[in-house]
């Protein structure tokens, strides 16, 4: 077979077997003058070798003498075999030079690899121990100054001392002959599980000719069949390694099944993900021509497709919408740019999520006001017991409404009261209280008073600008935010909107949504209010917003600023018994499937819940206990011991055990000794007694403060301090005192936080106490901030206060003498029942809180 004839029985680039002695040199140039062939690996060689020109050498090259000291040339990313032909490129200097002297010597080399392919000089340490001694069959100088080269693999060899660094590497080796294994059962058995994978592989990688197939089946050595196939396959550069550097035949071929079958796992995974994507792609071409001759029909038929059926619905719903101008004009020009586009196309689902929304909202959809005042009043008193100022503010807006409309109306032709129609109209409230004083039901009642419809956002642990003015168009998955959702739910431009719990909104790398809320909550601009997804103005002035929080402290200033605060006190006893009788006690007879006849309390057992079972401002946990006592009220019914129950006192301590709450009794023990006194503190959750507890040992005048308290705190305590020290003369105190004692002060609950300048008398009479030995009056409680001059400021939070120190079962409070007007706030019963005391200076308080001067 000559040359010609067997480069035209392969494919470009693949060289499967050649028999080297039908070629001539000129042929062997040619060879290795394609770039495509000089790239591809020589299965199989035979035959003898034409000679290089002016070599004199024994042209016998099947059993070459192999020298002991051999050349070395480094190899990158690839291995050379054994009983292998490969095509190289050398263009090193170091291994141009060594291929000079060799092909002017002996053309025997040793072949290692280098351990890092990205090395350019790869010295001893950079390579392998075990290579392969090749020889070298045909050599061709290419016009770009490299030297391509082809090369046979002999046999296996390690380097075992490097004799030359330059110009190139020499090394004696030491050849490593092959281990025939006897097992020839378990050899033959690998080599058809070779053959088949290897056949499985060809059939996946069309660069794999039947040819190569062809030769590899009449390969007879098992070795050299593992060495063809390794040449061949992709194979990482450390598996191509090991696979030369293992000794037992049975384990090389065990390696390469190992490396055949992965491949042949990722080559089929390929496959497989080829013709989904292909299936998937026709898939789609199908439905397209389909979806086209469906059009086509249905114009020869004078129907329209989906899309234009789509089309023209949501023109007709803008048609309807009552959007303004500006909304209009983009809602139009996204439909136009619907029409344009494909359904199939992912642009096409966004523009229609966008028109569904805009032509969704309540653009001019409004629900009438009931303007009936009395009306409103006896809803009002019908849902909610006390609360006088929330429901007067209500009552004060819906005059205004009726009033404004009657005279526009009776006005309506006169310019001079035109204003009346164009002035804002929406309303920003924020009530402020403990839980359970009902502010969110509060919210229900305004919007059943005025005929309107209720939303409820709650905005606790929001910290996102976009849950307030959405997402931009741009995004995957974009949506409004959950101001225009709201809307767009209760299908109202002029709902009552709760807005709950506002002051526990919070803000990180997102954004800060309260300086969102500034906008929507800010009468001149609401009118006119931006969602990033609308991208076009909103008008909110006609909703009435109701902001409800526990502590308004917390609220940022600007935004503070922007609503009407109404505070919501704690109940009274008197007022949570009524709360009970009219509310509570008949909704968890309902809730429990009692009748009305079947459960009643009788007032003690009320209060003896509210005083012994609960301390809270408002009646959350009363009705819980309530709940409690008629769960009980049930099973004794459901076991036939009675058919109706009163509920007593007696009853009370049998259904919720034992009391958890000892007011009075609390008081009296704690200040039965000198150095504690009682006061007055306002928390989120309502007012409650606060104990200041001081002792003292001896030390060098030290002072310290214990009870997780604020800064303001302790510095109420110093400057509390410094006063009883400047006035122990006054005060009758021994002169030494402060220099042979250490005082310490604590302030009881340690784990709860405390803080504010309240407490500065409270403490004062407390170190006063201590150092006279005189004992704090049990029945007092107090509250002021104090200064260096012994001067008691007024503080806030004063109905609170009263209420908590009326449940603790105070009889005289002391108070800032500039807090007497706030009195006016708490019950009359409630007055009725404490003595006030009203404090310019601090010696009016030790004057009453101390038993004697």
Same mark, same amino acid.
């Given at each position: 077979?000559?040359?010609?004839?067997?480069?035209?029985?392969?494919?470009?680039?693949?060289?499967?077997?050649?028999?080297?002695?039908?070629?001539?040199?000129?042929?062997?140039?040619?060879?290795?003058?394609?770039?495509?062939?000089?790239?591809?690996?020589?299965?199989?060689?035979?035959?003898?070798?034409?000679?290089?020109?002016?070599?004199?050498?024994?042209?016998?090259? #099947?059993?070459?003498?192999?020298?002991?000291?051999?050349?070395?040339?480094?190899?990158?990313?690839?291995? +050379?075999?054994?009983?292998?032909?490969?095509?190289?490129?050398?263009?090193?200097?170091?291994?141009?030079?060594?291929?000079?002297?060799?092909?002017?010597?002996?053309?025997?080399?040793?072949?290692?690899?280098?351990?890092?392919?990205?090395?350019?000089?790869?010295?001893?340490?950079?390579?392998?121990?075990?290579?392969? +001694?090749? #020889?070298?069959?045909?050599?061709?100088?290419?016009?770009?100054?490299?030297?391509?080269?082809?090369?046979?693999?002999?046999?296996?060899?390690?380097?075992?001392?490097?004799?030359?660094?330059?110009?190139?590497?020499?090394?004696?080796?030491?050849?490593?002959?092959?281990?025939?294994?006897?097992?020839?059962?378990?050899?033959?058995?690998?080599?058809?599980?070779?053959?088949?994978?290897?056949?499985?592989?060809?059939?996946?990688?069309?660069?794999?000719?039947?040819?190569?197939?062809?030769?590899?089946? *009449?390969?007879?050595?098992?070795?050299?069949?593992?060495?063809?196939?390794?040449?061949?396959?992709?194979?990482?550069?450390?598996?191509?390694?090991?696979?030369?550097?293992?000794?037992?035949?049975?384990?090389?071929? $065990?390696?390469?099944?190992?490396?055949? /079958?992965?491949?042949?796992?990722?080559?089929?995974?390929?496959?497989?993900?080829?013709?989904?994507?292909?299936?998937?792609?026709?898939?789609?071409?199908?439905?397209?021509?389909?979806?086209?001759?469906?059009?086509?029909?249905?114009?020869?038929?004078?129907?329209?497709?989906?899309?234009?059926?789509?089309?023209?619905?949501?023109?007709?719903?803008?048609?309807?919408?009552?959007?303004?101008?500006?909304?209009?004009?983009?809602?139009?020009?996204?439909?136009?740019?619907?029409?344009?586009?494909?359904?199939?196309?992912?642009?096409?689902?966004?523009?229609?999520?966008?028109?569904?929304?805009?032509?969704?909202?309540?653009?001019?959809?409004?629900?009438?006001?009931?303007?009936?005042?009395?009306?409103?009043?006896?809803?009002? !008193?019908?849902?909610?017991?006390?609360?006088?100022?929330?429901?007067?503010?209500?009552?004060?807006?819906?005059?205004?409404?009726?009033?404004?409309?009657?005279?526009?109306?009776?006005?309506?032709?006169?310019?001079?009261?035109?204003?009346?129609?164009?002035?804002?109209?929406?309303?920003?409230?924020?009530?402020?209280?403990?839980?359970?004083?009902?502010?969110?039901?509060?919210?229900?009642?305004?919007?059943?008073?005025?005929?309107?419809?209720?939303?409820?956002?709650?905005?606790?642990?929001?910290?996102?600008?976009?849950?307030?003015?959405? $997402?931009?168009?741009?995004?995957?998955?974009?949506?409004?935010?959950?101001?225009?959702?709201?809307?767009?739910? +209760?299908?109202? *431009?002029?709902?009552?909107?709760?807005?709950?719990?506002?002051?526990?909104?919070?803000?990180?790398?997102?954004?800060?949504?309260?300086?969102?809320?500034?906008?929507?909550?800010?009468?001149?601009? #609401?009118?006119?209010?931006?969602?990033?997804?609308?991208?076009?103005?909103?008008?909110?002035?006609?909703?009435?917003?109701?902001?409800?929080? *526990?502590?308004?402290?917390?609220?940022?200033?600007?935004?503070?600023?922007?609503?009407?605060?109404?505070?919501?006190?704690?109940?009274?006893?008197?007022?949570?018994?009524?709360?009970?009788?009219?509310?509570?006690?008949?909704?968890?007879?309902?809730?429990?499937?009692?009748?009305?006849? !079947?459960? #009643?309390?009788?007032?003690?057992?009320?209060?003896?819940?509210?005083?012994?079972?609960?301390?809270?401002?408002?009646?959350? *946990?009363?009705?819980?206990?309530?709940?409690?006592?008629?769960?009980?009220?049930?099973?004794?019914?459901?076991?036939?011991?009675?058919?109706?129950?009163?509920?007593?006192?007696?009853?009370?301590?049998?259904?919720?055990?034992?009391?958890?709450?000892?007011?009075?009794?609390?008081?009296?023990?704690?200040?039965?000794?000198?150095?504690?006194?009682?006061?007055?503190?306002?928390?989120?959750?309502?007012?409650?007694?606060?104990?200041?507890?001081?002792?003292?040992?001896?030390?060098?005048?030290?002072?310290?403060?214990?009870?997780?308290?604020?800064?303001?705190?302790?510095?109420?305590?110093?400057?509390?301090?410094?006063?009883?020290?400047?006035?122990?003369?006054?005060?009758?105190?021994?002169?030494?005192?402060?220099?042979? $004692?250490?005082?310490?002060?604590?302030?009881?609950?340690?784990?709860?936080?405390?803080?504010?300048?309240?407490?500065?008398?409270?403490?004062?009479?407390?170190?006063?106490?201590?150092?006279?030995?005189?004992?704090?009056?049990?029945?007092?409680?107090? /509250?002021?901030?104090?200064?260096?001059?012994?001067?008691?400021?007024? =503080?806030?939070?004063?109905?609170?206060? =009263?209420?908590?120190?009326?449940?603790?079962?105070?009889?005289?409070?002391?108070?800032?003498?500039?807090?007497?007007?706030?009195?006016?706030?708490?019950?009359?019963?409630?007055?009725?029942?404490?003595?006030?005391?009203?404090?310019?200076?601090?010696?009016?308080?030790?004057?009453?809180?101390?038993?004697?001067?």
């Amino acid at each position: 077979m000559n040359f010609e004839t067997q480069l035209a029985r392969l494919p470009l680039g693949t060289l499967a077997e050649l028999n080297l002695g039908d070629l001539s040199g000129t042929q062997l140039d040619a060879l290795l003058a394609d770039s495509l062939i000089s790239q591809s690996p020589i299965i199989k060689v035979t035959g003898d070798l034409p000679p290089l020109e002016d070599d004199h050498s024994d042209p016998d090259l #099947n059993e070459p003498e192999i020298p002991d000291i051999l050349p070395i040339l480094p190899l990158r990313g690839v291995v +050379v075999y054994p009983f292998t032909a490969v095509p190289l490129t050398i263009g090193q200097p170091r291994s141009v030079k060594l291929i000079d002297d060799i092909t002017s010597d002996k053309r025997m080399i040793g072949l290692i690899a280098s351990t890092d392919p990205e090395l350019e000089t790869p010295m001893p340490a950079d390579m392998y121990e075990i290579g392969t +001694v090749a #020889n070298i069959h045909r050599l061709f100088r290419a016009p770009d100054n490299t030297i391509r080269l082809l090369v046979q693999g002999v046999a296996r060899c390690k380097a075992t001392e490097y004799l030359q660094m330059e110009p190139y590497l020499k090394a004696r080796i030491d050849l490593i002959p092959e281990i025939e294994d006897d097992d020839d059962a378990e050899v033959e058995a690998l080599r058809r599980t070779i053959d088949e994978k290897f056949t499985r592989l060809s059939e996946l990688t069309p660069s794999i000719p039947e040819e190569l197939i062809s030769a590899t089946r *009449n390969i007879e050595d098992a070795v050299q069949l593992v060495y063809a196939i390794a040449t061949y396959i992709r194979i990482d550069l450390t598996l191509a390694q090991d696979l030369l550097e293992v000794d037992s035949t049975i384990d090389k071929m $065990h390696s390469l099944l190992t490396v055949l /079958t992965k491949e042949l796992e990722v080559l089929e995974l390929g496959r497989k993900i080829q013709a989904d994507a292909q299936s998937s792609m026709e898939q789609m071409q199908r439905e397209y021509y389909l979806r086209e001759q469906m059009k086509a029909i249905q114009r020869e038929l004078g129907e329209d497709d989906d899309q234009s059926v789509e089309v023209e619905e949501f023109r007709e719903k803008i048609a309807k919408s009552h959007m303004p101008e500006e909304a209009r004009k983009e809602a139009e020009r996204e439909l136009k740019r619907m029409e344009r586009i494909q359904p199939s196309s992912a642009e096409y689902g966004v523009i229609r999520t966008y028109l569904d929304i805009m032509t969704d909202l309540p653009w001019g959809t409004t629900t009438e006001d009931i303007l009936d005042v009395s009306y409103a009043r006896e809803v009002l !008193e019908e849902d909610h017991h006390a609360l006088e100022d929330i429901k007067e503010r209500i009552l004060e807006f819906l005059a205004v409404r009726k009033l404004r409309k009657e005279r526009a109306e009776a006005f309506a032709s006169d310019e001079t009261t035109d204003y009346i129609r164009r002035d804002r109209e929406g309303v920003i409230l924020c009530l402020v209280g403990p839980p359970g004083v009902g502010k969110t039901s509060l919210g229900k009642s305004i919007a059943r008073a005025m005929g309107r419809k209720f939303v409820r956002l709650s905005l606790g642990g929001v910290r996102d600008e976009s849950e307030i003015r959405g $997402h931009r168009r741009t995004y995957i998955g974009a949506m409004p935010g959950r101001i225009i959702q709201s809307l767009r739910r +209760v299908k109202s *431009n002029n709902p009552v909107f709760m807005l709950d719990e506002i002051e526990k909104m919070g803000s990180d790398f997102r954004g800060d949504p309260a300086s969102a809320m500034l906008e929507v909550l800010d009468p001149e601009q #609401n009118t006119e209010f931006r969602d990033h997804y609308l991208d076009v103005e909103y008008d909110l002035s006609q909703v009435f917003f109701v902001a409800t929080a *526990n502590d308004i402290s917390k609220i940022p200033g600007p935004l503070r600023d922007r609503m009407e605060i109404l505070t919501l006190s704690g109940y009274t006893e008197k007022e949570k018994i009524e709360i009970s009788h009219q509310y509570l006690v008949p909704r968890q007879t309902r809730e429990n499937g009692l009748r009305p006849e !079947e459960l #009643n309390f009788d007032e003690d057992a009320i209060r003896n819940i509210i005083r012994y079972y609960t301390r809270e401002a408002g009646v959350r *946990n009363l009705e819980r206990q309530i709940g409690a006592v008629a769960r009980k009220v049930v099973t004794g019914i459901a076991e036939g011991k009675y058919t109706e129950k009163h509920v007593t006192i007696d009853d009370v301590r049998e259904y919720l055990g034992k009391q958890r709450y000892y007011y009075t009794e609390e008081v009296e023990e704690r200040t039965s000794s000198p150095g504690v006194s009682t006061g007055l503190a306002w928390t989120a959750v309502g007012g409650d007694v606060l104990f200041i507890e001081a002792t003292d040992m001896p030390g060098k005048g030290g002072f310290k403060l214990t009870g997780q308290i604020g800064d303001v705190m302790q510095e109420s305590a110093q400057a509390a301090l410094s006063y009883v020290r400047s006035q122990s003369e006054t005060l009758g105190l021994p002169e030494d005192y402060f220099t042979t $004692h250490d005082i310490h002060v604590h302030i009881p609950a340690g784990a709860v936080p405390k803080d504010g300048p309240s407490a500065g008398v409270t403490m004062a009479t407390s170190l006063a106490s201590l150092i006279s030995g005189q004992e704090v009056s049990a029945e007092v409680g107090m /509250t002021g901030e104090i200064t260096l001059r012994g001067q008691v400021l007024p =503080v806030g939070g004063i109905k609170e206060k =009263v209420l908590a120190g009326h449940r603790a079962g105070l009889k005289t409070l002391i108070l800032p003498y500039r807090n007497e007007a706030d009195i006016e706030d708490v019950p009359k019963e409630i007055r009725d029942d404490i003595r006030f005391v009203f404090a310019k200076h601090v010696t009016d308080v030790f004057d009453v809180a101390l038993h004697g001067k």
